[in-house]
């Protein structure tokens, strides 16, 4: 079974601090995923990345970067934490192959303060 | 840029009767896949079902099937005999086929906004 995990699951920060969440998966997935989940807006990507090194923005990436030095590992960093961003953090993986879905990760939810 | 729809924020229906989820698109691509996703209370979302644009059949998953309408760009979930542990939000997605290179590979998924699901004992 694919197998996608995420760092925490709970996290309290406070505003202004640097926000780390690591995804780690361990099928050799090509791609990685980053989403935030909120109520009434679904699910909206942040960042995601086609292989070690390389990303690209997705529909709400104003506030975040994000990290891929590893092939299993796709970091999401918030630089200076906000409180709008407060939210539901989902991580994904996917291989490079047709008709394949992506795989998703417990989530981390985060709250700042 | 594709958008998806459901209209239904919240359902409820009791055990062991159907309902049925409805999601709509929009979209110019004429390839592209359709997914429902299932994200039980505090665990992890899973696939629950998915269609590929250029089917006409529509797909079914034991008591999971689908209602696609390509021309309509519909794209409703039936689930028939429901269970307890279907309660969780169901989210639809969009996803378009593109090239990367040399290879095709995933392109990113557009969701819906949700639809909680409650199953009455």
Not at chain 1, 78 to 103: K, V
Not at chain 2, 27 to 40: C, I, R, V
Request: net charge neutral; glycine share 6%; aromatic share 12%.
């Amino acid at each position: 079974d694919v197998k996608v995990t995420q760092s925490s699951r709970y996290l309290v920060k406070r505003t202004g601090e640097k926000v780390f969440l690591e995804c780690v998966q361990d099928m050799d997935h090509e791609n990685m995923f980053w989403y935030r989940q909120d109520p009434g807006l679904g699910l909206r990507l942040i960042y995601f990345s086609y292989d070690v090194k390389m990303k690209e923005k997705g529909d709400i990436p104003e506030g975040y970067s994000v990290s891929r030095e590893k092939k299993e590992r796709f970091s999401l960093i918030l630089e200076s934490a906000s409180t709008n961003q407060t939210s539901m953090y989902l991580c994904a993986s996917a291989p490079t192959r047709l008709q394949e879905t992506q795989y998703f990760g417990p989530g981390t939810r985060l709250l700042v303060l | 840029a594709q958008t998806v729809t459901q209209s239904q924020p919240e359902m409820s229906v009791q055990e062991a009767e159907t309902v049925t989820l409805s999601c709509t698109y929009d979209t110019s691509e004429s390839n592209y896949y359709l997914f429902w996703y299932k994200q039980p209370p505090s665990r992890q979302m899973i696939l629950v079902i998915r269609q590929e644009a250029y089917k006409q059949q529509n797909a079914t998953e034991n008591r999971f099937s689908v209602n696609f309408q390509k021309a309509a760009k519909s794209f409703s979930l039936k689930i028939s005999d429901s269970q307890l542990g279907d309660t969780a939000m169901y989210f639809c997605a969009f996803m378009k086929l593109f090239g990367w290179g040399s290879n095709f590979g995933n392109e990113k998924l557009t969701f819906g906004t949700g639809t909680r699901l409650t199953i009455i004992p």
